[in-house]
């Protein structure tokens, strides 16, 4: 398997079941997810908590995977590229990420256009993830009825 294999099994259902329940939540009852979203970007020790998180996954991602390739790829590159960033600024500047926070919490669109974006990617990087498995999968499990798994035909002798 390789490292653009392993983390997109990682990363993509992390992200599939984030944007899943951002949207559920912010479908079912916004009200709810929107104030725990303000809540928690009002706690500055949090925001850093998230910055050491996100710091130590996007370097470990970009030092395990640092592919700019033309193909699905290189989302898994940029993704860790960006959480490096997103660390770094809430652990350097906590009070501007606060502040982007609430610019985007006060959008209407802003965590609606955040979940489609994680539903979204979560969806590519499991399906390329688990491909292989997949293919895999199909190849190996064939009924016993079926013409290949009675394997080759013999001529009949007379």
């Given amino acids: 398997m390789t490292n653009s294999t392993l983390i997109a099994r990682l990363m993509g259902p ?3 079941i984030m944007g899943i329940g951002m949207a559920l939540g912010l479908w079912m009852n916004p ?3 929107l104030g725990m979203m303000k809540e928690f970007m009002g706690s500055l020790p949090l925001i850093m908590l998230v910055g ?7 370097l470990a991602i970009v030092n395990a995977h640092s592919l700019w390739v033309a193909d699905w790829r290189v989302i898994i590159t940029i993704l860790g590229w960006l959480a ?4 770094a600024a809430s652990l350097l500047v906590p ?3 606060h502040s982007l926070g609430e610019i985007i919490m006060a959008a209407t669109w802003g965590p609606t256009i955040g979940a489609v974006v994680m539903l979204v990617l979560g969806a590519i990087l499991t399906a390329m993830g688990y491909e292989g498995l ?3 999968e199909r190849r190996t499990t064939r009924p016993a009825s079926s013409p290949a798994a009675r394997g080759p035909k013999r001529p009949r002798r007379k």
């Fill in 95 to 97: 009070m501007k990420v």
């Fill in 134 to 136: 997949w293919k895999e």
């Fill in 52 to 58: 050491v998180l996100a710091l130590v996954a996007g």
């Fill in 14 to 16: 992390v992200l599939l």
């Fill in 31 to 33: 009200e709810v997810h």
């Fill in 84 to 87: 490096i960033l997103r660390g």
